[in-house]
């Protein structure tokens, strides 16, 4: 099992979204970016690329950073995070030091975390790379989760979809807001990834962060993460009820502790999950819905639960997000449920047949007056 801080770390493993974001490369292939694919050999741990969002912060510089290598079992082999989820080909580690974008005081405008092969090209479940999840913290200084007792402070997430997360307002621009970091901050993680494929690979994690460097700019309110989690601050994964092929999963609610605007919101269920209600004084704030899809190809591609069972059904591909939610007030109460359908969408189950494990959880942004 996970230590007891990553137990709680595990609530946002899939993807957390501010915003659907247009086409924020605007056109540029990854060469023109920035990335780099060498012929030989490895490529190269620090890469500067083209900012994307100058119009919102100017001055900001954009860096990609690989953390690695990560050695990927092979998809028939049982390892021991195999064990205790039924995914084969898995692998898990946590990464107590990472190299952050700035040595410095800076401001986080963006993150989109990656996976890639050793001379750069893009690892994907075409070729074999699955990035089940990373979760990132933050440490230092008088650091704490918003939402659990954690000493450290989750900040984002990412799952396969490797959707891109905006720490402010960045298309529409009405409200300035960002993640400071100080030299004293450090990074850690808890990664898990997977290999689809039957020989054993090596990867490398990839982040790609825009920001500004300097202290936060004057009058920009900071973004923080709100971890919202049908076990509350427990270990995320639950047991479906015996018998029940639809039901519901919700969390106590949690007091808001700041004022500001909420930015955004997006939902993670496992297979068989419908919605992710977000509510905010009973109100719903936010449906974040699944989308389905079938798998492309024959590749037993899959978020959760072995590769070798439910071949052909279809798996969640994304979660619909909501932003621009209007003002948070400080003892505001915010809590969320999960629905699941089993009779309209098929959930994972065990080789044994028995339902695997499911989530229900948003994360959720706001940018607070601290």
Known sequence: MKSSIFLALAAGAMGAVIADLPDIHKGMTREQEGHKVVAS???????????????????????????????????????????????????????????????????????????????????????????????????????????????????????????????????????????????????????????LLPKPQDVWLTVDYEFVDGPRQPGWKVAKAMWLDVTNCGASSVRPPAGKQQFKLAMRPWTSQFDGELLGVGGHLHDGGVNVNVYQNNKVICDSRATYTEPAHGHKVKRDGPHDMNDGMAHIKQMSTCSELGPLKKGDKIFIDANYDFAKFAGMKSKAGAYTEVMGIAILYAAVNL
């Open 41 to 195: 050999g490895i490529a190269p741990e620090v890469q500067q690329l083209v900012p994307l969002f100058n119009d919102y912060a100017p001055g900001s510089k954009r860096v990609k950073i690989r953390y690695g290598k990560f050695a990927l079992p092979s998809v028939n082999a049982t390892t021991a995070m195999s064990k205790l989820t039924g995914e084969q080909g898995t692998m898990t580690t946590m990464l107590g030091t990472m190299k952050k974008p700035c040595a410095g005081d800076c401001s986080l405008i963006t993150m989109q975390a990656g996976l890639e092969y050793a001379n750069g090209q893009v690892a994907e479940p075409s070729n074999g790379g699955w990035l089940h999840h990373i979760v990132m913290l933050v440490g230092g200084g008088s650091r704490k989760d918003s939402v659990c007792s954690l000493p450290v402070e989750r900040f984002f997430s990412s799952g396969n979809e490797r959707t891109p997360t905006a720490f402010g307002d960045v298309v529409n621009k009405k409200v300035k807001s960002s993640f400071p970091l100080t030299a004293s901050d450090r990074f850690m993680a808890q990664l898990e990834l997977m290999n």
